[in-house]
Structure formats: structure tokens, C-alpha cells
């Protein structure tokens, strides 16, 4: 059974960068025909995607962020990682990191339990 | 940017009712489509990826269909736990989910 758990600070300030990481157990983050993929959802909002990354170290990230995003793997720690910079209010949310399959298509079929991060000085 | 709508953003029904909540795609996105539950507190589950295709574990009163624009999840017997906001997703270019249908009790 894959697992995955997010970490990292639950405030931030603004300007700065956020930083969380995702491990995961059950699998290895290595293994081909997947990748590795971070959403969040604002409160009150919906879910919204941000990036993904291959098992490869291909990166895939949402247009309006791309300017501020890195999704990076630790195939030694079987953990995958988000920062995003120059943050502010609107990047509150929770933050969830996912599996992310190829099936017909892509879908996300593991999830975190979701990490809340809050931007305010 | 592939944008995805879902009407009504809540809808009120009991327990024994059949559900159906729509989805639609702003392009074709042929069956690129998945759904998740979505619980407070909880991680999102997927209950039905590429339209129609039940994953593993999910109950059979689930089901998904459409194709092109036009989707539906359907719950053919509301039970008390799948009180819930239900979110469509699609995978055609590259990912944008839906704002959810919140399911209440009535």
C-alpha cells in the first residue's frame, strides 16, 4: 500500500519561499509509469494542481505559476519536494502531494493527507 | 487553458436516492476524465479514472460515463458516507479539476 505524508512549515511569510516535502513508502519513487504530483486547494476553493514530476526529473508545472516553481525527487529518501517563491496571501492553502498514474490517461490515485500552509507576516 | 464545470455546485438528496452529478469540458477532451470524493480533513480518493473505469476498491454504485464534453458521475444508491463534495478532473492537457459538487443530506 503507497503512503504518502507531507512536511514543512505551516507559516510563511510574504516574499518568501515556500518549502514542503512529500515522502513516500510502499513504493519507490523510481519505478516507471509514474510521477510524482502536487496540488493544493485554497480555503473555501477548489482543488488546483501545480506540478508534477516523472520519475525521470521531468517537470511539468501549472502556466501561471511556472515562474515560481520547483518540484524536485530524492530518489535516496524516496521523497519528492515543492518550493514556491515570492509567495503571498493567495498561496494559502492546504497543500497535498499525490501518485500520479499513467491509465488511460492520468490520474491520481495515492494522496497525502494534505499539510495547511499559511502566508501572513 | 481546458476549463471544467460542474452544476450545481451542491445538491441535497437522501439516502436510497440515485445520484447523478454532470461535469463539462470546455473542449473535446475524448475520456480523459476522472472523478474524486472529496471529505473535510480527508485526502481526495479517485473514485472513477478515464470516464468510466471503476478503481479498485471503490464501491460498484459508482459509476462514470460520457465522453468528448460531457460527463456524469452517478451514485445509484446514496449511502451516508458518500455525503461528500465530488470533483472531476481532466487529464487531456494537462490537469484542471472541476470546482466540485458538494452532496448534502436532505
Known amino acids: 500500500q503507497v503512503q504518502l505524508q507531507e512536511s514543512g512549515p505551516g507559516l510563511v511569510k510574504p516574499s518568501q519561499t515556500l518549502s514542503l516535502t512529500c515522502a513516500v513508502s510502499g513504493g519507490s519513487i523510481s519505478s516507471g509509469g509514474y510521477s510524482w504530483s502536487w496540488i493544493r486547494q485554497p480555503p473555501g476553493k477548489g482543488l488546483e494542481w501545480i506540478g508534477s514530476i516523472y520519475y525521470s526529473g521531468s517537470t511539468y508545472y501549472k502556466s501561471s505559476l511556472k515562474s515560481r516553481i520547483t518540484i524536485s525527487l530524492d530518489t535516496s529518501e524516496n521523497q519528492f519536494s515543492l518550493k514556491l517563491s515570492s509567495v503571498t496571501a493567495a498561496d494559502t492553502a492546504v497543500y497535498y502531494c499525490a501518485r500520479t498514474i499513467v491509465r488511460d490517461g492520468y490520474n491520481f490515485d495515492y494522496w497525502g493527507q494534505g499539510t495547511l500552509v499559511t502566508v501572513s507576516s | 487553458d481546458i476549463q ?64 468528448g464534453t460531457d460527463f456524469t458521475l452517478t451514485i445509484s444508491s446514496l449511502q451516508p458516507e458518500d455525503f461528500a463534495t465530488y470533483y472531476c478532473q481532466q487529464s487531456y492537457s494537462p490537469f484542471t479539476f472541476g470546482p466540485g459538487t458538494k452532496v448534502d443530506i436532505k
Open chain 2, 4 to 67: 471544467m464545470t460542474q452544476s450545481p455546485s451542491s445538491l441535497s438528496a437522501s439516502v436510497g436516492d440515485r445520484v447523478t452529478i454532470p461535469c463539462r469540458a470546455s473542449q473535446n477532451i475524448s475520456s480523459y476524465l476522472n472523478w474524486y470524493q472529496h471529505k473535510p480533513g480527508k485526502a481526495p480518493k479517485l473514485l472513477i479514472y478515464a470516464a468510466s473505469s471503476l478503481q479498485s476498491g471503490v464501491p460498484s454504485r459508482f459509476s462514470g460515463s460520457g465522453s
